[in-house]
């Protein structure tokens, strides 16, 4: 393996660019999960895979090295990108897993997935999705604009038992949204966001911004234990007159359980 | 076998989390299956299938031992999941046969499923569509908001013969439906009770909620005997105001015939 | 084939439920043809095809025999279902032939496609779309609601040459339709028949109703002899208002000559 | 091959019908190019098609014979049908020619791709896209209705270069559209017509209706060598009234350069 | 390979036509890239491509020549086109990457496609997209038409870090939009231009115009390095009246990361 791993190292380098220092092996930092995860400015993609038939035509003892591989390489690029997972079988038509890949640099992530699809594991998933955002500060319901409602978002937080399952949910507005003034949108993001407030302790939220870079608006995530306040939050949302201006909300909503990359290799590697 | 029935049950010890106790074999009860199928809270994933081509390139006694092993499946999981089983092969050109599957919690459906995938049979099955949804207590027409109707509603039961054939219809609302008020959706789904009460005696109905969870805000299942009064029914929803904020019914409608799991697995593997 | 035989017959012994008494070999009674096609509450099945690049892979001989194995399927079920066959290749991107195939019981449908996926030639086809739908006496231009032009439209046969071509064409209307009164259905159908009554010498036609039973309200058939009659008469149909109403027609719009299924089959069975 | 020739002979005469006399061999007229070519009720069938993957595995000396078995197809065809060919790969994702062939019935043009679809390229080829239709007499722009466009339009022929570029655009209209008046759809007629004059000189257009046929009501058929113009032609087209009674126009554009189809199949029969 | 190069070369000739004198050999000119990137009338083919799962099971020496190969056949052509490659794995679900190919002669830039598929590295990607259009002088912003914009359009030029990041998007404005008059067209160009100004520091950008030509009205093609400045220059195109005239915009929007053609192929054909 060592001629691939040379030939990757010098594409990451090379993609890289001038932060192509911080490559250098295990002397660097990993990327510390919980400020990549509130910081502004930070590269998200997700991608949807289902597993080749042709990977259950392996031996099995080549399938069981697959989450090795894998995590050698999520190893390798700790200090650039972090790395969720989750299953998506039985769940989904379109896919068996969804990745979600963090990075300060968009090179970075697409350096890790460029070696993550190399591995045996990767190589016999074919991508179904693909969405890519960054994320941004709150743009509307800041302490500035909107102070009543900001104190009452950031007041509350997840109190519920640890969250088994995540949605990854696209939506993009009109034209017509989009055309609004500032403060009509603003008026709007108060309408959605008081409805909101009742599911803060129950249902993790994460937005990412993918106007330019994909084809939606937003990439909505978010993380539960409980289906039916989540049914409950979204149906909220629904009822209220920001959704006339949604012209893509979900298509896909994709539904999995969340694991460690370890798992949800190990799990997708049986079968006869 | 013993390798990965070993590897999949730790799987479901994980997915299952605090309720890992009831995994244990054959002490556990076996789930109500009348108590479940009326349960409000309840899962239920749907999932149709087509067989992949090269299933009927393994020799015809690979194809005939199929049925036991995923007999063997649903057994293991008996305690958790009940599983319905139609045959759609000849009905539809995108599915061969699809499983209803019922479950307390989501995680044990998707456990079912990955078991299920791994064998013979589910490893040669492609999932062409995936929709979940729970089940909820009645909404709109309750004892308390619509006293008539809610007693012609519950007042007839179903006195056909027994059903041979269901169809599984997604339902979706646009943003118009879901801002009326309550009371504006209340009497449209009056309107919207009033003509399918004529049909309670020769078709079952049951009903899942999925805004948020899928790309859709209802499953809608059936399952008759008479596929006049079938067309009939659906006709007299199509006729009603209510019928103007969909903005997908069906896409697919998928129509099987009712049959054991077993029935199922070795019809489909017949072929030379 | 007599072990797959046996199989095939259980499953529709099962599937014919009641009337399995009917199945009993050669001493039962054909379909009678002329009958089915016009009685009210037939099942009718359309259904496409293409066929896998593997079965020119198989044997010239192999090939040779697949005519004979469909037309003792097809020997097998004639007491329940008739089957119409058409050749759409050249003609249509996503099939290479199509079925037409009427019985009094939808599982009687089912069993023999079921037995026809199973021979040679069925298992290399790749079923690419699927409608069902149900015959039902007239609705609107009867002898009581409209009997000026019910006494036209059935006062003239066909009178062209043997038809050579088929079209198969969905129908769904959309809610503004389903929503007019009996009475403004019933003048909006008038003016539908009226410019049709120049063409009932030239093309045949057939109705089947599939709303509930698939994602189309109608399927529309069609036989003609004469390309331009019937550019001309779907012309006149859509410049009369019902036309926007009509929220698909066609897609697909399937064209096919007639022929037998042994000569679909041979000519289908031919490459090098 | 004469087994093969021998089923494909007795297909045709079958499919032929009353006109199997004119399918004897040499002794035929082949059909007249200019005459087919303007005559009205003609019938036309465009066909995309993209090249297997395993073509290119077979070995390089049975690619180089395909052009021979394809040109004998043609050759045996051509007192019923004349075959135009283009390549499209390099400006189409999912195409890598096209075949325009006209017959003056659609039986004969059906009888020919279906032996071209039996030779070892034919069979080698993925249909991806299938239009057919008819050619009519001028509708609207006549010597009676609209003397002085009439007169404008048909006393300009083309005078650019040879051509080497054609396009397959379809066009469907609304139901608005076609519930204009006859006059109404003349007056729109004209005002298409008369920023089309300028371009008569440097490309050339072919126009064949499929209401009924096909899921398009027009297939509208180009040639240029002049790219600007013919950007420059259809944005004119874009920016009149008509254009809003447009339904689909497209989807796909189909570009292709014009070759003869041994070129063709020469051209895409390179490969290692 | 001798042969091969004949016959492509034969082709060649054949499609480059009158200008065939300049595809003799190295003794002509390579295209001169700064004046080609400007010039109006050019030619200009996107393509994008999935690595096919087969190209993996080729042993890695055969992967390894892969990119000298796409280099030659790149070198042949470089008197008549210029190739700017781009890597989309990781960013994009329906391409691993993107081409883009500019010629003064369409058929050129088909010769050098056809080569180039005719490579193993070509051989072994499916094209998923490929949108051709031609470039032209500015339209609207002109120094007579609007000479305050067009002065500052034209007076800042690109000042951020080498771009490392390429997006290709496609326009579709609707019939409303194309019916609007000249003046109107030009009063939104303005509203368009505008807020894009504080952009063209960081954004680089590429208009390529395709009615006609393909199913989109316009390729937008930009490079940047700054993902944040990218998102908030669409942002601004979002909000302003023209984006109600957009049928289509994106879809896909296609992300890369700009490499020299041999790092492409390089990169794609590690694996095991």
Chains 1, 2, 3, 4, 5 share one sequence.
Not at 54 to 73: N, Q
Not at 145 to 160: A, F, I, V
Not at 180 to 204: F, I
Request: with cysteine.
């Amino acid at each position: 393996m060592s001629k691939i791993t040379a030939t990757i190292l010098s594409i990451c380098l090379l993609l890289a660019g001038g932060s192509a220092m911080a490559q250098q092996g295990s002397m660097s930092e990993p990327v510390d999960r919980a400020k990549i995860l509130t910081a502004p400015g930070v590269f998200g993609a997700f991608s949807t895979y289902k597993i080749r038939y042709e990977y259950y035509k392996l031996s099995s003892a080549e399938r069981k090295g697959a989450a090795d591989e894998v995590m050698a390489v999520v190893d390798k690029h700790k200090d650039k990108v972090i790395v969720d997972a989750y299953l998506t079988r039985g769940f989904e038509a379109k896919s068996d897993y969804f990745l979600r890949v963090h990075a300060y640099d968009a090179a970075a992530a697409q350096a890790f997935l460029l070696d993550f699809r190399a591995t045996r594991f990767g190589m016999n998933s074919g991508v179904t999705e693909s969405l890519v955002g960054i994320t941004k500060a709150l743009n509307y319901i800041t302490k500035d604009k909107s102070p009543d409602l900001n104190k009452d978002l950031t007041g509350t937080t997840y109190s519920g038992d640890a969250p088994r399952f995540a949605f990854m949910i696209p939506v993009k507005k009109g034209a017509e949204w989009w055309n609004l003034t500032d403060e009509q949108r603003l008026k709007e993001m108060e309408t959605h966001t008081l409805p909101t407030l009742a599911y803060l302790g129950n249902v993790k939220r994460k937005l990412y911004h993918s106007t330019g870079l994909d084809d939606t608006d937003f990439i909505t995530y978010f993380e539960t234990n409980d289906l039916g306040a989540f049914n409950n939050l979204v149906l909220s949302l629904a009822k209220i007159p920001e959704n006339k201006y949604n012209v893509r909300w979900g298509n896909p909503v994709v539904m999995g359980t969340i694991h460690s990359i370890a798992e949800v290799v190990n799990t997708l590697s049986v079968g006869q």
